[in-house]
């Protein structure tokens, strides 16, 4: 389950996208991929498997830039608390990425977002 510390962190991510995306157009592109799990009461069950059913993965990144760039496919980013660590699924899905072109961080402030799509756009 995501904490409310990694929602602020990505929300005060977006934010600075949203500034600073006329001045870099590539951050246009940038886009949250809303993959929580859902567990607990019935109602979350439900909606859990209906999204499964619509193609929702476990393990998958929470933030994707479909950006080719110094080498890479693309840049994925997955936003995590100071001392969390990524799951198992997270772990593997991650390697696939790695393993197709991607390029994967893990960021656990909102200045780590920002410095690894800097370094990533070579800015």
Not at 10 to 31: C, D, G, P, S, T
Request: aromatic share 10%; glycine share 8%; net charge positive.
């Amino acid at each position: 389950m995501r904490s409310d510390r990694e929602h602020k962190i990505q929300a005060e991510f977006i934010k600075w996208v949203r500034l600073n995306e006329m001045r870099i157009k590539e951050l246009q592109l940038l886009y949250a991929i809303p993959n929580q799990s859902y567990g607990g009461t019935p109602r979350d069950k439900v909606r859990g498997a209906k999204f499964k059913r619509e193609g929702r993965r476990a393990g998958v990144p929470d933030l994707h830039l479909p950006v080719p760039f110094g080498g890479y496919a693309s840049l994925y980013m997955e936003v995590k608390d100071t001392g969390k660590y990524p799951t198992p699924d997270q772990k593997s899905f991650s390697s696939l990425l790695e393993s197709c072109g991607n390029k994967y961080v893990i960021c656990r402030s909102t200045t780590e977002l920002i410095k690894n799509i800097k370094i990533y756009l070579n800015l």
